[in-house]
């Protein structure tokens, strides 16, 4: 499913984005705790039982599962 262009989505994961890493660059939470923020609220949609906004729950857990994987939810050397 593509992600659609959702203007006020897009707002909201750059903000959360940021703030993640702005809680890592300030030692407020470290990046195992960040990572568990994401798998969290991946597992939160992959685990939503059969209805009509199925592929969207679908859809929303790999773009989480996404960002985990490229490493954008933490600043890596």
Same mark, same amino acid.
């Given at each position: 499913m593509p992600v659609p262009t959702d +203007? /006020? %989505?897009? /707002? !909201?994961?750059? +903000?959360? #984005?940021?703030l993640l890493l702005a809680l890592n660059d300030g030692?407020?939470?470290? #990046? =195992?705790e960040?990572?568990? +923020?994401? =798998?969290? /609220? !991946? !597992? !939160?949609? #992959?685990g939503v039982p059969e209805s009509d906004k199925s592929e969207m729950h679908r859809a929303v857990a790999a773009l989480i599962n996404g960002i985990l994987a %490229? %490493?954008?939810s933490v600043r890596r050397p």
């Open positions: +203007i /006020a %989505g897009s /707002a !909201a994961l750059s +903000i959360c #984005e940021s030692k407020i939470l470290p #990046e =195992r960040i990572l568990g +923020i994401l =798998r969290d /609220a !991946a !597992a !939160a949609h #992959e %490229g %490493g954008n």
